[in-house]
Structure formats: C-alpha cells, structure tokens
C-alpha cells in the first residue's frame, strides 16, 4: 500500500473514530501532498511523499523553537502533536553506527578522497538513507571524514 493511500485510510479512520486533532493534521498533509502534485503537475511517489513530510516535520520543528523562544508553551504544545502524527509515517530513523556504516560504504563506493567529493558522497547516502537520517548532520559527518 503506498504512504498516500495509508493516509486516505487513515483519515478515514480518524473521521469515524472522531479524533479530530489527528484527523486535521492528515488533514494538513494530504493538503501539502496534493498541492506539490498540483504544482508540478506529477503523482508523486513514495520517495517524495516522505520528502514532502519531511519538510513539514522540519517546519514545525521550527515553530516550536519560535514559540518557545516568545514564551507560548501552548502553541509549541499543538506543534508537537502535530510532529508525532508526521513522524508515525516516516520510516525508523538510522541508528549513529547505521549511517556511519552508511557514509563508509558511500566514500569506499565512489573512492572519495577529499572534500571536492562530498557532492557525491552526499548523493549516495541521501538516495540510501531516504528519509531514515537527518541529511544535515550526515553531511557533517561526511565532511568531517573527508577532511573538509
């Protein structure tokens, strides 16, 4: 079953189970889903279904900095909520000793030597790792191998 279609059912459940909070955050991601395939003009897959996820987790990751930082608890609170419906779509993260695994097998793949390689070092572990890392710090640890 693809992610697109677990959340329509999803949603469906929610609507009959009367969770409301977890219906409206569905809700919100089909939105986004929708208005990206709109945008281009494409279905979108699996691969970017997760992408699309992923940059809604990061923006309420953002939010609840902000809210934090102007003292409102409450509306970080809602943010969370919503973090953890987005998260329970997207697979299991890497362990450390996973993606460190992961970028050493990249460098050995493509010979990597030195920082001029990180492009496709990065490329690789991305295409690995879809949506199971974080790519910042991945990319950090790229660079720290390459001596960068």
Known sequence: MSLKQQLTDD??????GGDKERLGVIRLILAAIKQREVDERIELDDVQ?????????KQRK?????????????????????MGVIEAYLPTK???AELEALIVA?????????????????A????????????GQASARIKARLGG
Do not use: C, F, H, W
């Open 106 to 122: 990249a460098i050995a793949e493509i010979g990597a030597s030195s920082p001029r390689d990180m492009g496709k070092v990065v």
């Open 62 to 82: 953002d939010s609840i900095t902000q809210y934090v930082a102007a003292s409102r608890e409450d509306l970080a609170n809602v943010e969370r909520m919503e």
């Open 94 to 96: 890497l362990t450390d």
């Open 49 to 57: 279904t997760l992408s699309v996820l992923e940059k809604m987790l």
């Open 11 to 16: 949603m469906k459940t929610a609507m009959r």
């Open 124 to 135: 690789i572990v991305k295409a690995k790792a879809a949506g199971r890392a974080d790519m």
